[in-house]
């Protein structure tokens, strides 16, 4: 187990270090990877949601789950921190990168719902890194912030099983109103989304 720690280390790390400050806009896929991880992202987690099992539905939507809540912090940093970017100092949204927040977010999640993709995910997560910082959208060290605020908030919400949504297992309980006229809304097993303690 240390060893494959050290080898998930090794891989989330090495490619931002070496990747170079300096912008590369030749390298087709560092732009490939600027242009589609999103769309990467997205589609893969579609894919769960639509052929998987409720297994899958629930494990990609509290993937999305921290996601959102990755991307909403790396928001929020760039707003209070005002670093520029590399390729445009007048720019003052480079810290922390919000694409290396997400990739590596989406990576934990991937992991947590099958370990043999885990590899893969990493990987294409590291890559996302390595990608901002080529083609001098990022910093190393603004792309190495946003991977550990990403893990670190994937994480938390896989631990909690997610902030705002939630695996069918652990969802609401049912509501009624105050004359027992039952007006619930079981999932049972089902994901669902729980905002201010009320099932939807």
Known sequence: MPRALAAVL???????????????????VARWLNDHSHEVM?????????????????????????????????EGLKLVIDQPRPRDPSATDGFPSSHATTAFAFASGIDDWRSDWGPYAWAFAAGVGWARVEEGYHTTEQVLAGAALGLWIAGASLEKDGF????????????????DTDLSCEFEGRPSVVLWKQSW
Request: proline share 7%.
């Open 42 to 74: 997205q589609g893969t987690l579609g894919l769960m949601a639509l052929v998987g099992n409720h297994k899958a539905v629930d494990d990609a939507l509290v993937t999305v789950d921290a996601m959102v809540i990755s991307l909403a912090a790396a």
């Open 10 to 28: 090794l891989l989330v790390m090495c490619p931002p270090l070496l990747a170079s400050d300096e912008p590369v806009k030749a390298d087709p």
């Open 164 to 179: 705002i949504i939630h695996r069918g297992e652990n969802a609401a309980p049912r509501l009624t109103s105050e004359d």
